[in-house]
């Protein structure tokens, strides 16, 4: 998604919960796959979700954990959504 839509230049990192991933590079690219700890030494200002069905998941776990200090974007049938 992130190299169709041709935003990498403006993605530090991708993160993901799953060990597995962590510390690889997203394919085509390139971009560092990180622990979610690393919003708390490493924040942004604009997180977009794109994990289908754990979307709103997702969204409600990062408001829990970071409050309002980030805006959210989801990707959802093909277009962006602020929550």
């Keep these: 998604v992130i190299s ?3 935003i990498a230049d403006k993605i530090r990192y991708v993160i993901d919960s799953a060990l597995f991933k962590q510390g690889k590079y997203t394919p085509v690219t390139h971009l560092p796959i990180v622990n979610p700890e690393r919003l708390k ?3 942004v200002k604009l997180i977009m979700v794109g994990a289908a069905g754990y979307s709103d998941e997702i969204v409600k776990t990062i ?5 309002k200090k980030m805006k959210i974007v989801v990707l959802k049938e093909f277009d962006l959504k602020e929550q």
């Design 63 to 67: 408001r829990r954990t970071y409050g």
């Design 41 to 43: 030494t490493d924040p």
């Design 4 to 6: 169709t839509m041709e």
